[in-house]
């Protein structure tokens, strides 16, 4: 049997990429059916398959690592390569929502009463519940960096403590804000104040609930062993995500929370 | 050779707990916080030269995934095809 004379990982074939991207079909497809033709029956089918394949080629890259041995240092570069790059991009995609805000809202126009907050909008208190949960957020990098310092230090009890506050402190995040959102004075359809606000606040809380899966994943793997103290790439990878997320929450309080309140 | 790891693990990885050369058996009761390290046996199972895919390697489980899946996206692919052809009709005709 041929044995590779190289550090890379040639993957076995899979049909995880094709299956994703029909997934995404269903998916786009089903919410033109649900906006216009009120069908949620292909939404339903798309979203499903999307979290099928996620699984599925998820589950089959930690076979391939703990399990198999694929993950060479070389590997494990490129895979800190791409998930730099994808959080790069990430980046740019908040930032998009950030120039939208301080477009409509360095220049208020005459329609919103020429200033801002827009005339009638009562803002939330930048000193309530989001000082709040800047302080959980911030909080939860202190922890996620224990958790790290547990695994390369080899205490595994300290690390799933740690990695487990990490995850209750995102849940604290995602419920106060949903209770925040309910209980807003102003909606998503309320002037740009509102559009800007649910847009750039929701795709943020969607993060964090993905962050938190993640987060989630990593603490399995560590009870199950899959780490070692010197090979933990998927959670330095949760980690630098979470981070990105708290980030972001930070210049989303600055900017829309407090500077525009 | 640099980076290559062996196809059968030799040694354990680092166990997490920091001990050396212990095995699961050999640990004292307070390591086996949550669960023994099974990742040993899963290596010998993913590491059978049965020349079956890594989503296929568990047999009768990833199956049956594979082929839910399949269905889904296959016949979810169809259902959409033949939806935007109806949407994409005059729309004189409502279609359901």
């Given amino acids: 049997m041929a044995h590779q004379a190289h550090s890379y990982h040639m993957v076995d074939p899979s049909p995880w990429p094709i299956f994703g991207a029909a997934a995404a079909l269903l998916t786009t497809s089903g919410l033109i059916m649900w906006f216009h033709y009120n069908s949620s029956m292909l939404l339903t089918l798309g979203l499903i398959s999307m979290l099928l394949v996620m699984l599925q080629w998820w589950r089959d890259i930690v076979r391939e690592s703990t399990f198999q041995g694929h993950h060479t240092p070389t590997v494990q570069k490129g895979l800190r390569y791409g998930m730099i790059l994808f959080i790069t991009s990430e980046a740019f995609f908040f930032l998009g929502f950030f120039w939208a805000f301080f477009h409509s809202s360095l220049a208020p126009t005459p329609e919103l009463g020429g200033q801002w907050p827009p005339t009638g909008i009562k803002p939330l208190n930048p000193m309530e519940v989001p000082l709040l949960n800047t302080a959980i957020l911030l909080a939860s990098g202190v922890t996620v960096t224990w958790a790290h310092h547990s695994i390369t230090e080899g205490n595994r009890k300290h690390a799933i403590h740690a990695l487990t506050l990490t995850i209750l402190l995102g849940f604290y995040f995602t419920a106060l804000q949903a209770m925040e959102y309910h209980e807003a004075p102003f909606s998503i359809a309320d002037s740009v104040y509102g559009s800007t606000f649910f847009v750039a606040t929701g795709f943020h809380g969607l993060h964090v609930i993905i962050g938190s899966s993640f987060l989630t994943v990593c603490l399995f793997r560590l009870i199950k062993f899959h780490f070692t103290s010197d090979h933990h790439f998927g959670f330095e990878a949760a980690a630098w995500y979470w981070h990105f997320v708290d980030v972001i929450w930070l210049f989303l309080y600055m900017t829309i929370y407090w500077w525009g309140s | ?96």
């Fill in chain 2, 1 to 96: 050779m640099q980076g290559l790891k062996p196809i059968v693990s030799t040694e354990s990885p680092a166990l997490i707990f920091g001990t050396t050369t212990k095995l699961a058996s050999d640990l004292p009761a307070t390591d086996s916080f949550l669960g023994k390290n099974k990742v040993p046996d899963l290596q010998k199972i993913f590491q059978k030269a049965d020349g079956l895919p890594v989503h296929l390697k568990r047999g009768v489980p990833d199956r049956l995934l594979y082929r839910t899946t399949m269905a889904l996206t296959i016949g979810g692919t169809i259902y959409c095809l033949v939806a935007l052809y109806m949407a994409s009709q005059p729309r004189n005709q409502k279609s359901v």
